[in-house]
T-cell receptor
């Protein structure tokens, strides 16, 4: 157990809908990262928040947004869902802002299925 | 943009043999290189990492080497066991700008008993 928690574990929804994924970082970690992993694919970096502010952005679609709250938990919002959005969404956290001073620890993931 | 290439995509070895996975990165600002192991349906777990001021690091049966000039780094697993079967991801992270960690596409390792 990495100490990073994600809810829900599974989510099934229909095209066009909107969902919210939640992540709580390890105690003391200030950065939260979101990744998308499609079936048998690698990890695509979506976005990073550090202490409440957006720090780095990857291949995140405009239909997706995220935020980090004062208690450091983070939410990833996915809207106007398409079949291709079906994937495993991982959250990771690290102690500091990132780079060589940090190690990312992954949560168990949320499996999103869009029907 | 930044890119990490990982080879091979699939690797099958006999139990007890060694396995080597290689990665190449493009961003010269990268200075942190973690390796993650992901078992089926589970989270990626850090198994070893190396920072740019070190050329090699070893932890029991696992070792990682880094060649910053060539922008190559490799994972070496010796005396492989069936429980080593998993997908392995390399990653490169810069210490500047947005600190984006870029992952390789993964290597599916099969260790045959």
């Amino acid at each position: 157990d990495s100490g990073v928690t994600q809810t829900p574990k599974h989510l099934i929804t229909a095209t066009g809908q909107r969902v919210t994924l939640r992540c709580s970082p390890r105690s003391g970690d200030l950065s939260v990262y979101w990744y998308q992993q499609s079936l048998d694919q690698g990890l695509q970096f979506l976005i990073q928040y550090y202490n409440g502010e957006e720090r780095a952005k990857g291949n995140i679609l405009e239909r997706f947004s995220a935020q980090q709250f004062p208690d450091l938990h983070s939410e990833l919002n996915l809207s106007s869902l398409e079949l291709g959005d079906s994937a495993l969404y991982f959250c990771a956290s690290s102690r500091n802002v990132g780079g060589s001073s940090d190690t990312q620890y992954f949560g168990p993931g949320t499996r999103l299925t869009v029907l | 943009g930044e890119n990490v290439e990982q080879h091979p995509s699939t690797l099958s070895v006999q139990e007890g043999d060694s396995a080597v996975i290689k990665c190449t990165y493009s961003d010269s600002a990268s200075n942190y290189f973690p390796w993650y192991k992901q078992e089926l349906g589970k989270r990626p777990q850090l198994i070893i990492d190396i920072r740019s001021n070190v050329g090699e690091k070893k932890d029991q049966r696992i070792a990682v080497t880094l060649n910053k000039t060539a922008k190559h780094f490799s994972l070496h697993i010796t005396e492989t066991q069936p429980e080593d079967s998993a997908v392995y991801f390399c990653a490169a992270s810069p210490n500047t700008g947005g600190f984006k960690t870029i992952f390789g596409a993964g290597t599916r390792l099969f260790v045959k008993a």
